[in-house]
């Protein structure tokens, strides 16, 4: 397949959790910047015809590999192929993958509560630990990682989901610290309501923002190297707010 | 799949349909959406630029098909593109524009998507060389109402393919097609206006386009009468002979609001054409565009379907055989003058070889097409520029329509027997579904 002339960064990005419309936005977005890509997911025929869409539209290298957010013992292979992908190129991380499921339903099932945080927290940091030495050797480069403002505060209506969250935001707090000597940028990404499969169908939401715009405020706040960002911004305000009611309160909300 | 309520409608916003939607962002999801129960039948939507029905699906259900918008494969020394149904002109002009090929054939926005192309059988302002979007399409995946995704392409399922292009998405959903692009000298083209100062000479002046001209159109002031009766200025465009940029992804301009109604009145519209007509100097004059700008006017107005207000408006299309073509035009423009509600400028196109679906609008003659906003009188209005077409032995575009009746749309398109055959054929529980299909009684006679 012939595609356009690359004008090629020299950078690689790895897009986990790329069957999903951010992934796969901001691997397209990545690539429009010259960037080569890996898209990692479970459903290889779904990445396989992004990665091709990638290459047809800007002519940037893309290749899909298989990836199971709760295969954990597969993860060590699957590092080493994308550290084979990016050869001497630095590389960078955006990580969307994520699970929503309904809430009783996890209460009732706890292999559903299981999976909501193995893939919503204990996938990133399988992928993380193997993904670390590579990154403080290459004295380099940014992680881009989609958490939830339902990270921000357990609510009754969907607290497992937002512990798994609130989780993986701890994690990156502490794992910013540890790589920042290295050079290593870790970006923490709150979006609000995002109009994704995962919110298709569910009812009162608002104010919902698209994948594309998700993309594109993610790339640039990497770029410029931020610590966290909400998307869309307002949200931060939202969320102040809804952290700052007192729990005797709190806690008589059914929100 | 994860159904939603919601509220969809045409280009024209004078339908709306509550409708159950699935939003598909894999191929397989198609598939597995026929094997779930819901009795109203299914119909595909992509992009939601037809201006009538034939997208929209009430009390049944609809699968959004703008999120399979991926290119697959292309091959630039045959042009072959194999992409998704979702993929958009836009998309096409921004990916190949400036790597030397454009789509063979685009309707007047960039905006509609390749799925919708198919299912409609566009045409754009080649017809009389190129055709319409269904003879540029090597093969296509369809999943059929039974859940089987079939390739189909003429050599294989001629009946199936025949069916399927300009087949208003009936057949099933396409999951993929494999269309020929087309390889031009340079992403701009020239330009050439001419005045013609009446209905003759403006059909005379498109004609002589026939080939010389790669491209051509003619812009009527549908408010002139008398002499001046057809009046307009006629464009005829060619690729210029080098250079290539980018096409520039452009952003539209937003209207915020439904004007008020009251904004488009005869007056205004009347002065506007007449503007229109005088802009172009008495001898002509000749510009270099660049592709974009020429093929998709009106989409440098994101939605200039508010401006026509919150009732919205139906776009008529027609097209005569040239044999009756200037006595039926007069007449309809007679008709559209003396109620006074015409829109901006009407469009005339001639167009060459019938497409090759069962229910393909393209066939040789001239093709007409204007808006008319809903007031109280517009349907009566309709119902005799049909009576018009089926005098002239024309038809009306079903992408555009939301008015023609079902007796009409039978003596427009003779090719329906075999439609139904095919229907009957691959989706014999009444699977796939619409409002047009219903309205006109594609099915069986209403």
């Known amino acids: 397949m012939s595609g356009a002339a690359s004008t090629g960064t020299g950078e690689v990005w790895v897009v986990i959790g790329a069957s999903s419309s951010v992934g796969r ?72 993958a994520g699970t929503m499921r309904n809430q009783d339903e996890a209460i009732a099932d706890f292999s559903i509560a299981r999976q909501i945080v193995e893939v919503n927290y204990l996938a990133f940091v399988s992928v993380a630990t193997r993904l670390e030495p590579g990154l403080r050797a290459q004295k380099g480069g940014k992680v881009v990682v989609l958490g939830s403002v339902a990270g921000d505060r357990g609510r009754r209506l969907n607290f497992v989901y937002g512990s798994a969250k609130a989780g993986l935001h701890a994690f990156l707090g502490g794992w910013r610290s540890r ?53 869309p911004a307002f949200w931060r305000l939202i969320m102040l707010i809804i952290k700052s009611i007192p729990e005797v309160l709190f806690k008589r909300l059914s929100i | 799949m994860k159904w939603k309520d919601v509220a969809l409608t045409g280009w024209g916003r004078t339908s709306t349909a509550r409708t159950q939607a699935a939003r598909a962002e894999r191929r397989g999801e198609i598939e597995t959406a026929f094997n779930e129960p819901g009795g109203e039948g299914l119909i595909a939507y992509g992009a939601g630029r037809s201006y009538g029905d034939v997208a929209l699906n009430d009390g049944g259900r609809t699968m959004l098909t703008g999120r399979l918008d991926r290119m697959l494969a292309f091959d630039e020394t045959t042009g072959l593109l194999v992409c998704e149904p979702g993929v958009t002109f836009k998309d096409l002009a921004e990916t190949f524009l400036h790597r030397g090929f454009v789509a063979p054939v685009s309707p007047g926005t960039a905006f509609a998507t390749m799925g919708g192309a198919l299912a409609n059988d566009v045409h754009g302002k080649n017809h009389w060389s190129a055709g319409s979007f269904g003879s540029h399409v090597e093969w296509f995946d369809l999943a059929l109402p039974s859940g089987e995704v079939r390739r189909v392409s003429p050599e294989g399922d001629a009946e199936l393919f025949d069916a399927t292009v300009g087949g208003l998405g009936l057949t099933g959903i396409v999951t993929r097609l494999a269309l020929r692009l087309t390889k031009v000298t340079s992403s701009n083209v020239v330009v050439r206006e001419a005045r013609a100062p009446n209905l003759s000479a403006l059909m005379e002046r498109l004609v002589e386009t026939h080939g010389r001209d790669t491209y051509s159109v003619a812009w009527i002031d549908a408010l002139a009468s008398g002499p001046s009766l057809g009046r307009g200025v006629v464009e005829a465009a060619n690729h210029a002979l080098s250079g290539f940029e980018r096409a520039k992804p452009k952003r539209a301009k937003r209207l915020p609001v439904d004007l008020p109604g009251v904004v488009l009145n005869p007056a205004s519209i009347g002065l ?168 006109l009684g594609i099915r069986s006679d209403a």
């Not at chain 1, 047809?56 to 060590?76: I, K, L, P």
């Not at chain 2, 592709?291 to 401006?307: K, Q």
């Not at chain 2, 167009?351 to 393909?360: K, Q, T, W």
Request: charged share 25%; proline share 5%.
């Open chain 2, 272 to 439: 506007f054409n007449a503007l229109y007509y005088r802009r172009i100097p008495a001898d002509g004059r000749e510009r270099t565009v660049d592709f974009p700008t020429f093929l998709y006017p009106l989409d440098a107005l994101g939605d200039w379907n508010r401006m026509y207000g919150k009732r919205g408006f139906f776009q008529f299309q027609c097209v005569l055989p040239y044999e009756e073509a200037e006595a039926g035009l007069r007449k309809l423009l007679e008709v559209i003058g003396e109620a006074r509600s015409a829109s901006f400028l009407a469009v005339l196109k001639s167009l060459g070889e019938a497409g090759r679906g069962m229910l393909s609008f393209p066939r040789p003659g001239f093709t007409l097409a204007l808006d008319f906003p809903r007031k109280s009188g517009t349907a009566e209005l309709m119902a005799r520029l049909e009576r018009i077409v089926l005098d002239h032995g024309g038809r009306i575009y079903l992408a555009k329509d939301a008015a023609l009746s079902a007796q009409g749309f039978r003596m427009m398109y003779p090719e329906l027997p075999r439609f139904r055959a095919v229907l009957d054929r691959v989706d014999p529980d009444r699977r796939m579904g619409s409002d047009l299909s219903r309205r």
């Open chain 1, 179 to 231: 790589l920042q000597p290295d050079g290593v940028t870790v970006l923490t990404v709150k979006p609000g309501f995002l109009d994704t499969a995962m919110t298709w169908g569910q009812p009162g939401l608002f104010l919902v923002a698209t994948p594309q715009g998700a993309a594109k405020a993610c790339l640039k706040a990497a770029n410029k190297g931020r610590n966290e960002i909400y998307y």
């Open chain 1, 25 to 96: 936005a901001f691997a397209m977005e990545a690539a429009k910047a010259g960037a080569d890509i890996v898209l990692a997911a479970r459903d290889l025929e779904d990445i396989e015809a992004s990665a091709a869409d990638i290459t047809v539209r800007t002519g940037q290298r893309a290749e899909a590999v298989h990836w199971d957010a709760t295969a954990f013992d597969d993860h060590d292979a699957f590092v080493a192929d994308v550290w084979r992908f990016a050869g001497t190129r630095r590389l960078n991380v955006f990580f969307a």
